[in-house]
């Protein structure tokens, strides 16, 4: 078989979940708001806070970046290719040390080096004639910089108040849930936040057709608009007979997700080394290799995903190899314990700083999928070891978790039972039955 092209390199990167899996079919997603519920500021400077005066006449001025513009002469726009802040200040009249001082006071704050192209920003000048007298960038819509152009040329950085509302949302799954989010036009956010919560219990590479789940979560809302995806609150996830639940808990001592039993969902080893991605190849002893046409074992489990994706170490450890071998290609091991190591081969590079004795976290990202060495696609062989010998993650089974201290669970069980009651009130609706579509081919598989 030939070396595919590279020509999966172009896919959106926001699409490419769904476009790599081959399967059809949708999700019916129910989108249940609370408008107005368990609404409760958080951390911020409220910007432009004004006292108020109450003999005089109120005239309510415009306000934003902590400033009442209608006392400015305001120019604005988005960052255009090309534009470079000093160059901009200079066109303005402002020398050059000065910019240079600006940029140095920065550093700490936000870097000028920072701004990016297509993201707002206002200048802002008592007097036109006398040069703008502060240069405003918004990085996200959760805060501002403020670049002080005049005496002490100060930067400060601005977090905006934000709005949490609490969101409910219940789904069934009829292919992969990244596709029908996609397909949907759902939050692939609210999608990567829920794979994150639950991705030490649930195999998203598993995903069934008619699993159901169901998610409590915040929405945040910066200025009267919805900007992102907060943390999730509660999790139910259904997959066949299997249910798997997750809470969010913060205590003085302790906070993460803990299932109903108050152990934590953390465990030692990830499902899957890539998100996003699909098994294109399973552990199999009698495998018949689609390069040497013949019956070889394949003693790894193959995710296919675009070249490029992010690799992740499956659990802490410290790394063996990051080397290159024929078949193997770039490859690195890590070494978690006296039992167990993992090994991720065919990467297109390693991570910054990965290299033989470093030490790596959960989670870290050490490589990016490629398909060097002997592979027909990008995809990342992922190969376990258990006292020295390669076996099927897939079937392996870890001893649970220790639960939270005792004292802790009292508590806990007060706010799982809020949340389980507000997960079992939120309906599911059921999906016209769909057929389900085989994958087959054999891309981004490997050598034995
Ligand atoms: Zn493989």
Redesign the pocket.
């Known amino acids: 078989m030939e070396k595919r092209s590279t020509s999966v390199q172009n896919f959106d990167r926001y699409f490419f979940a769904g476009l790599v899996l081959a399967a059809l079919g949708s999700l019916l997603f129910v989108l249940i708001g609370t408008p107005g519920q368990s609404n409760r500021q958080v951390a911020g400077t409220p910007a432009g806070s004004v006292e108020q005066l109450d003999a005089f006449p109120a005239v309510i001025p415009t306000l934003r970046y902590g400033f009442a513009l209608d006392t400015f002469q305001v120019e604005e726009g988005q960052i255009e290719p090309g534009m470079i802040l000093g160059q901009l200040l200079q066109d303005r009249g402002m020398d050059y040390k000065a910019i240079e001082q600006l940029a140095r006071n920065a550093d700490s704050v936000f870097r000028v080096t920072k701004i990016r192209l297509g993201k707002p920003y206002a200048l802002l000048s008592r007097d036109a004639a006398q040069g703008p007298d502060y240069f405003i960038y918004e990085p996200n819509a959760y805060e501002y910089v403020v670049y002080h152009l005049r005496d002490a040329l100060e930067v400060k950085r601005v977090r905006r108040p934000v709005e949490k509302r609490i969101r409910a949302s219940a789904g069934q799954i009829n292919s992969s849930l990244w596709q029908a989010m996609v397909e949907n036009g759902m939050s692939f956010e609210l999608a990567a936040k829920m794979e994150g919560v639950l991705q030490w219990s649930v195999d998203f590479h598993h995903l069934q057709k008619g699993d159901q789940f169901k998610l409590i979560y915040e929405e945040d809302f910066v200025q009267g608009e919805q900007v992102g995806i907060g943390d999730i609150k509660a999790a139910y996830y259904k997959s066949g007979e299997k249910t798997y639940y997750a809470f969010y808990y913060q205590s003085e001592d302790e906070e993460g997700y803990y299932d109903l039993e108050g152990r934590p969902m953390k465990a030692p080893f990830l499902k899957a080394p890539v998100k996003y991605s699909r098994i294109s ?1 399973r552990y199999n002893l009698r495998r018949y290799h689609p390069i040497l046409k013949r019956v070889r074992p ?1 003693y ?1 489990t ?1 995710y296919a995903a675009p070249y490029g994706t992010p690799i992740y170490a499956v659990g802490d450890g410290v790394v063996t190899h990051a080397a290159y071998t024929s078949g193997n290609g770039r490859y690195v091991k890590i070494r978690h314990n006296d039992t167990y190591q993992t090994q991720y ?1 065919h990467m297109q590079g390693f991570a910054d700083g990965i290299r033989k004795g470093v030490q790596v976290r959960q989670g870290q990202v050490i490589g990016y999928v490629g398909s060097t060495g002997l592979a027909t696609g990008p995809h990342v ?1 992922f190969r376990f070891w258990k006292n020295g010998k390669q076996v099927n993650h897939l079937r392996l089974n870890f001893p649970a978790e220790d639960p939270l201290p005792e004292a802790e669970l009292p508590a806990y069980f007060e706010l799982r039972d809020q949340y389980l009651a507000r997960l079992e009130a939120l309906p599911v609706a059921e999906s016209p039955v769909e057929q389900a579509t085989a994958q087959g081919g054999e891309q981004g598989a ?1 050598n034995p």
């Open positions: 190849s394949h790894g193959d081969l062989c490997d």
